[in-house]
């Protein structure tokens, strides 16, 4: 929808421009589609069985997992962004903060993913139907009020806010009907530290060459965003994944 609209509204190579900001911003977006074909069965078998306590439990875990990665994606992504757009053969003087927009949107949509998962499954999966059919309905709406008068610009800060309304919706109905939502103190503390370090990273002028510019502050940024979660044991699961390597790296240094 939101190529079609620049298209009409503006002209066809700001769609080009905006392809490639989405195209940046939807990589955050991963984990969450990658995870999609693990949790649906799951998702039903503790539907089907009425489980609810449960389901809520792996709710908050897969959304705190999802933000984990979903963060550490955004972090490299976001400080190295200017960088980024240096290297385009052309100017686009939006593109930070169009990309901005859709990675902030893509991010809150891998931490509520689960929220559409668990309603298509449930019992009440026609109000699902209903409710994209209202995303549809306010993102046109919206892209004819906002691109005239914002351009690109509107068209992502749209997108944006549709993401949110979209995803308060759901986490609301799910509360409401099912007593799930996927908040924890855990998922909180990420999320506070992750825009801690995008936020000072992105703000950090670093003045060299960006090929080399680019991994090395993208890199050096993850590893700050990563290692006080991995020491304060944020989520488990990550530590059972990074120990093994670091367990091999020490026996290699060890030899």
């Known amino acids: 929808i939101d190529q079609l609209m620049i298209a009409k509204y503006i002209n066809l190579e700001n769609v080009v421009f905006y392809t490639i900001a989405f195209f940046i911003g939807n990589v955050i977006n991963t984990p969450l589609r990658a995870s999609l074909g693990i949790s649906r069965p799951i998702v039903s078998a503790k539907i089907e ?7 809520n439990s792996l709710f908050k875990r897969a959304s705190l997992g999802l933000t984990l990665v979903a963060g550490w994606l955004f972090v490299g992504i976001v400080v190295s962004l200017q960088m980024v757009y240096e290297l385009l053969p052309f100017e686009f003087g939006e593109g930070v903060e169009v990309t901005l927009l859709i990675a902030s949107g893509k991010l809150i949509s891998t931490t509520m993913g689960w929220n559409g998962i668990i309603l298509n499954m449930s ?8 409710m994209n059919i209202g ?4 993102t ?3 892209n004819l009020y906002f691109i005239p008068r914002f351009g690109v610009m509107g068209v992502a800060l749209v997108a944006l806010l549709v993401i949110v309304f979209n995803n308060s919706w759901k986490t609301f109905y799910l509360w409401k009907h099912f007593g799930l939502n996927p908040f924890s103190l855990q998922l909180g503390g990420v999320l506070l530290w992750m825009t801690a370090v995008a936020a000072g990273f992105f703000y950090w002028p670093l003045n060299v060459n960006p090929w080399w510019g680019i991994p090395v502050k993208s890199a050096l940024a993850s ?3 990563l290692a006080p979660l991995y020491f304060l044991r944020v989520f488990p699961d990550f530590n059972a994944l990074v120990n093994p390597i670091l367990e091999k790296w020490r026996k290699r240094g060890a030899a």
């Open 135 to 138: 995303v549809i309905a306010a």
């Open 123 to 130: 019992q009440r999966y026609r109000m699902a139907f209903w």
């Open 49 to 55: 069985q009425e489980e609810y306590s449960k389901l």
């Open 223 to 225: 590893l700050i965003f």
């Open 140 to 142: 046109i709406g919206a």
